[in-house]
T-cell receptor, first 114, second 117 residues
Framework: DTGVSQNPRHKITKRGQNVTFRCDPISEHNRLYWYRQTLGQGPEFLTYFQNEAQLEKSRLLSDRFSAERPKGSFSTLEIQRTEQGDSAMYLC????????????FGDGTRLSIL | AQSVTQLGSHVSVSEGALVLLRCNYSSSVPPYLFWYVQYPNQGLQLLLKYTSAATLVKGINGFEAEFKKSETSFHLTKPSAHMSDAAEYFCAVNTRGGGTSYGKLTFGQGTILTVHP
C-alpha cells in the first residue's frame, strides 16, 4: 500500500492558463474522488469515479473543469482558463467498495493563480 | 441532504488535558461518520470511523468518538492531549446505500486544535 499520490504538489500559474493535475489511487481501490479545499474550510466534493465511470459531478464544477479516469486507474483533473477563484488545494481520495469504507487521501495539489 | 456542523473553529488545551471536539450531523438516513486529521500542507488522515457496529469507536493515537443517535452527535475525545495532536480536525458524513449518490463525503468546517505546554 503506497498510498494515494498526487502530482504536482504545487502549481503556480497565470490567470487564463490551463492546468492539469494527476492522481494515482491505491492500486486495488475502485473508487476515486476529487475534492477542493479553500483556506479555513473543509474539503468540498467535486466528482467521483467508480472504475472508469464518472458517477457524480458537483454543481461546483463549472464547464471549465473536466476529470477523467481513462482505464480505471489514475485520474486527471483539468481546469481551463483558470480564474483567481480557482486558487485552492485540490485533494484526491480513493476507496474500495461501498460507502462505509473510508476514503484515503493524497497530500493534495495546491494551485495558486497569479 | 446531509450536513455536518463542528462547534468551535478553534479549541485550545494544555498538554495532558482532555480533548473534546464537537460534531453534529444531519442526515435523512442512518449515516456513516468519520473523523480525519490534517497537518499543514498535507492531506487528510483517517482517525476513526463509525459504520453501525459499536457506538463507541476507538481510533488511532488514543482518540475515540461516541455515536449518539438521539443527539445526532459524533464528538471526538482524547483523555490526555499531546503536543503532536496540534492539527486541524474534520468530521465527515457519508450516506448509506449503494446508489450513485452515496460516494461522497460531506465535511464540517474543521476545528483547529492548539496544545499548550
Amino acid at each position: 500500500d503506497t498510498g494515494v499520490s498526487q502530482n504536482p504538489r504545487h502549481k503556480i500559474t497565470k490567470r487564463g492558463q490551463n492546468v492539469t493535475f494527476r492522481c494515482d489511487p491505491i492500486s486495488e481501490h475502485n473508487r476515486l474522488y476529487w475534492y477542493r479545499q479553500t483556506l479555513g474550510q473543509g474539503p468540498e466534493f467535486l466528482t467521483y469515479f467508480q472504475n472508469e465511470a464518472q458517477l457524480e459531478k458537483s454543481r461546483l464544477l463549472s464547464d471549465r473543469f473536466s476529470a477523467e479516469r481513462p482505464k480505471g486507474s489514475f485520474s486527471t483533473l483539468e481546469i481551463q482558463r483558470t480564474e483567481q477563484g480557482d486558487s485552492a488545494m485540490y485533494l484526491c481520495a480513493s476507496s474500495q467498495g461501498p460507502s462505509n469504507q473510508p476514503q484515503h487521501f493524497g497530500d493534495g495539489t495546491r494551485l495558486s493563480i497569479l | 441532504a446531509q450536513s455536518v456542523t463542528q462547534l468551535g473553529s478553534h479549541v485550545s488545551v494544555s498538554e495532558g488535558a482532555l480533548v473534546l471536539l464537537r460534531c453534529n450531523y444531519s442526515s435523512s438516513v442512518p449515516p456513516y461518520l468519520f473523523w480525519y486529521v490534517q497537518y499543514p500542507n498535507q492531506g487528510l488522515q483517517l482517525l476513526l470511523k463509525y459504520t453501525s457496529a459499536a457506538t463507541l469507536v476507538k481510533g488511532i493515537n488514543g482518540f475515540e468518538a461516541e455515536f449518539k443517535k438521539s443527539e445526532t452527535s459524533f464528538h471526538l475525545t482524547k483523555p490526555s492531549a499531546h503536543m503532536s495532536d496540534a492539527a486541524e480536525y474534520f468530521c465527515a458524513v457519508n450516506t448509506r446505500g449503494g446508489g450513485t449518490s452515496y460516494g461522497k463525503l460531506t465535511f464540517g468546517q474543521g476545528t483547529i486544535l492548539t496544545v499548550h505546554p
